[in-house]
């Protein structure tokens, strides 16, 4: 064996502690980043919270729609404080628990006492730490993903964002170098693990809610693979050329199917938001893009304050969005380099992203460009701010800096021979910067006056004095930026010269970008912290909320700041608010009827309040002062109320016809309402009665019966039934309950053609198993017991003598299906000596679940008013049968629960009472259905109740059926009371249990809840 010479063990040995000190280098980098991160957070790091407009705007709302889920298991779909109501899941601003990491952040808040805002800490580390990872699979060394990482985790406009309450934006965007490095490894590799982590990215991703920011990552995902694609045909790599595109669309389906429950209703509402009320059903255009980024604004990526900083002293183009776009002027010179000198074709791919993601950010400022992608890019005209695209720029900046840095720190690498020196230019550069940090400081003050006249006229409130503070701010800036970079262009010229070693350059390199961030963040941030005891403090009740509070009726305000949303927190609905994308026909009637200054549209709109920080004088008519304190609460004479009955109809063409008609003023909301529907209108007559309208409760249902007589209502117009699809004269709309999401259901209580009031429902008596008090109410109901059959003849004839024992105006619909046992013949023979036995006979056995509808069908159509479930076995005691009605005056769905005061169960096998009890925690868990026992068969519906559901699409059986008919009117928001029944085991026969019904129900549950937030109950 031939042994290596010395000079080659050297070299080997040379190579290894090389590798070994990269190794050893690359872990301390992952924890420099995670530690700078931590430090450059550390307000919140140690507890603190921003308290900033738009980070507690949101918790008006938030804060009881929580309430409500967290004590009454209500998910709020609906909205009904701000505006005259919105969706608040379909709008994206109430969405708890639907990105799967926020249980974990409750628990770390919660249980081990985390810092409040340890989400946000969090996605900031995210997205560090997957930069580095990125970067350094891409080819940067470590000491350039390290740069590269910490420039884009605290780029200051990502911290402002942030900061200033977008922290679903910062959340989103944290996923942007997860999805590219999990791409890229899919396409390098084939890694089917990689994939797999790609597809719970960008679903994780897309459950973050912010939309805009997910459609400009999937740009530059669509980018990379076209790249990848492009490199795959130059170097002759047919996998990657087949697995960019694949990977591509299949990681992003497979994200997009994992979050479809949450973006069909989003699409769904958008239609009807100012988010699709433009050209092609987008935002419009000019509204789009009122948030453009002006290319003269391209000075701030050099000079931080070049139009001022932030509040007062920004004279910028952008309306709020008033903090520069700085990314630090080192990594924005390394990134210059790199796009020029780096050797990975990955460079055009970062170039190219940061060229056209400036371009688009400029938005009505290069129409052309704009134009052509709002009219031809799908979703594109969905999206407003195009300046927020800038994080594609920020981006790309920090991975070309980190190619740059680790081109610069290679020694010697532009050497053509032994005399040229390799830091030369480095260090001219080096002094130049600060030469040039003087030159730009100068050449502000020689413009001083053009700057100043440029800054008055941009802003009307904006001062000279305003103007020159800012001229200061972008002189300190200048000369600071040119120090800087001034030091970092020596360290890397030193280190190229061999006169410092390339750690050392670029730990200084990594310090001068980290001190020049660090000046700029924490004039952002320090100003905007608070304590998690100011926070609440927002919102502690204030003199006017008292006020308001004391006031049961139903009524809106009108508050000072049109924008005001912390009145929600107290369950105070406002005719103002604020949201990205309300409601575009509200917006539409807003504009058109000037709610501000109308008084009888504000009367309209049931705004019985107004907030005053002034009083308003005496003699104004309609205006009585209520409170007086710091905010002055007067009242409007005359406001309408939520909901009442006109009789006349006014039919219009559309709603611009019935807006302009408003805005003419010939429009009489107190006697007329505005008809948009088909021709022919619909019959109406003056009442020979007052008419009325009562609200019955306020609930998230969709729909509700008031029915004082314990029957159904028959309410008529003209002589004819009013049925349900007929429309009503009645002038309706959302409201709140003191409970947070909840539509107001209301109904109008027909007084018309000539009927006469219905009779008032009499006083409840006391309850009692067997009391003979069943009477009123109670009496005047026609009721069925549907009771399925399937060998149960030994049963029939005592459990028939038992339920007609109570004296009950009860009758019995046997539903049996082909008992081997002649249960049917049974069933006929006591029909045949009383004629409140009635039977169904069907073919065969065909399940509990179709046997309960096919009873429902018979109750339906033969005008039952209440229709009881009960089973054949004795399970369910016929004793209970009068306690059922009587709850059912104050309920439309009663439920027999063996859970609802501990465990009322006797003779089960502890396996199957384990069993039973563990799915009801299951059922209410998935669901949220405030019912303990969910798999109860022991019921009673009124009539309404299964006229509402489809029943033909009802398909489970067993516990299945049972959830799915209590969560479908749960759902309709039927009144639903639970009494306590003591359930005991069959006395004879076999149980019907099996496996299959138990499976179904564990799925039922899941299909239930995926069905509601699609809306396709």
């Known amino acids: 064996m031939r042994r290596p ?95 799967p990491l926020d249980p974990v952040f409750g628990f770390l808040n919660k249980t081990l006492h985390f810092p409040d805002l340890t989400w946000l800490l969090t996605h900031y580390l995210l997205l560090a730490l997957s930069m580095l990872a990125l970067l350094r699979a891409l080819g940067a060394s470590t000491e350039g993903a390290t740069l590269g990482a910490l420039t884009f985790a605290l780029t200051p406009n990502l911290v402002a964002v942030g900061v200033f309450g977008h922290g679903s934006q910062i959340m989103t965007a944290a996923y942007l170098p997860l999805l590219v490095f999990l791409l890229d490894r899919f396409v390098r590799r084939g890694s089917p693990l990689a994939l797999a982590g790609f597809a719970l990215a960008a679903a994780l991703q897309l459950l973050r809610g912010h939309v805009q920011i997910v459609f400009y990552t999937w740009l530059a995902l669509g980018g990379y693979a076209l790249f990848q694609v492009i490199q795959g045909l130059r170097e002759g790599q047919r996998g990657a050329v087949v697995r960019a595109p694949v990977g591509l669309l299949v990681g992003l ?152 840095l680790t081109r610069a720190l290679e020694r010697g690498a532009t050497a053509k021979g032994k005399d040229v020196d390799p830091g030369a230019l480095w260090m001219r550069a080096g002094v130049l910067s600060g030469v040039g940090g003087v030159a730009v400081v100068a050449l502000l003050h020689a413009l001083s006056g ?82 998690p005891q100011e926070y609440a403090e927002y919102f502690k009740e204030t003199p006017e909320v008292t006020f308001l509070k004391s006031d049961s009726t139903l009524f809106r305000v009108l508050p000072m700041d049109p924008h005001d949303s912390r009145l929600a927190a107290y369950g105070i609905a406002s005719v103002m608010g604020y949201h990205p994308a309300k409601p575009k026909l509200y917006q539409a009637f807003a504009d058109t009827a000037q709610i501000m200054s109308s008084l009888d549209i504000l009367r309209f709109l049931n705004v019985k309040y107004v907030l005053t920080d002034g009083y308003i004088p005496k003699d104004t008519p309609g205006f009585t002062l209520r409170h007086d304190g710091e905010v002055k609460v007067y009242e409007l004479d005359g406001a309408l109320p939520r909901a009442y009955v006109v009789h006349r109809l006014v039919p219009v063409r559309n709603e611009s016809v019935a807006l302009a008609m408003i805005r003419t003023g010939n429009f009489h909301p107190t006697h007329e309402a505005l008809w948009t529907g088909p021709d022919p209108l619909p019959p109406m007559a003056e009442p020979s009665q007052p008419d009325s309208v009562r609200v019955i409760r306020y609930d998230r249902g969709r729909r509700a019966h008031d029915d004082p007589s314990g029957g159904l209502p028959d309410s008529r117009r003209r002589g004819r039934p009013r049925r349900a699809q007929d429309p009503l004269p009645l002038r309706a709309s959302r409201a709140p309950s003191g409970d947070p999401d909840f539509h107001r259901i209301a109904r109008a209580h027909g007084r018309a053609g ?128 009068p306690e059922f009605l009587r709850e059912l005056e104050n309920a439309d769905l009663v439920v027999g629960s063996r859970y609802l005061h501990g465990v009322t169960v006797v003779n089960w096998p502890l396996k199957r009472l384990i069993l039973s009890y563990l799915a009801n925690v299951y059922c209410r868990v998935i669901t949220g259905m405030p019912i303990k026992d969910a798999t109860g068969g022991f019921k009673c519906f009124r009539r309404q109740v299964l006229e509402s559901l489809d029943l033909s699409h009802v398909r489970s059986d067993g516990y299945g059926f049972q959830i799915e008919i209590n969560f479908k009117a749960w759902r309709k928001g039927f009144r639903i009371r639970e009494i306590p029944i003591l359930f005991v085991d069959r006395r004879a026969g076999e149980s019907k249990m099996s496996r299959r019904i138990v499976w179904e129900a564990a799925w039922m549950v899941w299909r239930l809840r995926v069905l509601d937030l699609l809306g396709a109950l």
């Open 253 to 404: 389906l497979l994200g997009f199917g994992m979050s479809a429950f949450l973006y069909l209703p989003t699409h769904e509402y958008a239609k009807l938001s100012v988010r699709g009320g433009g050209e092609g059903g987008g935002a419009g255009l000019d509204y789009a893009t009122q948030w453009s980024f002006h290319p003269r604004e391209i000075l701030t990526f050099a000079i931080p304050s070049m139009f001022g900083f932030g509040g007062r002293t920004y004279w910028g183009s952008m309306p709020f969005t008033d903090y520069p776009n700085y990314m630090g002027i080192v990594p924005l010179a390394l990134a210059v380099y790199g796009a020029m000198r780096w050797r990975g074709r990955v460079r055009w791919y970062l170039l190219t992203m940061a060229v056209a993601a400036l371009l688009m950010s400029f938005g009505k400022h290069f129409q052309p460009l704009y134009a052509l992608l709002y009219f031809h890019l799908p979703f594109f005209n969905k999206f407003r701010v195009p300046v927020m695209i800038l994080v594609l720029v920020q981006f790309a900046t920090a991975a070309l800096a980190a190619f740059g």
């Open 754 to 881: 000539g009927r006469g009031s219905d009779p008032p429902a009499p006083s409840r008596g006391p309850a009692g198993p067997r009391s003979g008090r069943a009477c009123g109410r109670i009496a005047r109901l026609k009721a069925l017991v549907i009771i399925p059959t399937y060998n149960e003849r030994e049963n029939l004839p005592e459990l028939l003598r038992r339920i007609f024992a109570e004296g009950l105006p009860l009758e019995v619909l046997i539903v049996d299906d082909n008992s081997p046992d002649a249960t049917g013949a049974a069933a006929d023979a006591l029909a045949a000596t009383d004629p409140r036995v009635h039977v169904m006979h069907r073919p065969g056995k065909m399940g509990l679940g179709s046997a309960y509808v096919a009873g429902f069908r018979y109750a339906i159509e033969h005008d039952y008013d209440a229709v009881f479930e009960m089973d054949a076995d004795f399970s369910h005691n016929p004793d209970s049968l």
């Open 5 to 99: 010479s010395r000079g080659g063990t050297s070299a080997v040995r040379q190579a290894g502690s090389r590798e070994a000190k990269e190794s050893d280098l690359s872990r301390w980098a992952w924890a420099v980043v995670a530690l700078l991160v931590l430090v450059f957070f550390y307000p919140i790091t140690f507890g603190k919270v921003f308290l900033t407009p738009d980070s507690v705007a949101p918790a008006g709302f938030a804060r009881v729609a929580l309430d409500a889920l967290q004590n009454r298991h209500v998910y709020a779909l609906w909205n009904p404080y701000h505006f005259l109501g919105m969706p608040s899941f379909g709008s994206l601003a109430f969405v708890p628990y639907v990105y």
């Open 450 to 531: 053009a700057i100043e006249t440029a800054a008055t006229q941009s802003r009307p409130s904006f001062s000279t004095d305003l103007a020159r503070q800012a001229i200061d701010m972008a002189s300190l800036d200048a000369i600071k930026s040119g120090i800087l970079l001034g030091i970092g262009c020596i360290a890397i010229a030193l280190a190229r010269r061999g006169r410092m070693r390339r750690v050392t350059a670029a730990a200084l390199v990594l310090t001068v970008t980290v001190v020049d961030l660090w000046v700029i963040d924490r004039k952002i941030m320090d100003a905007q912290v608070g304590s």
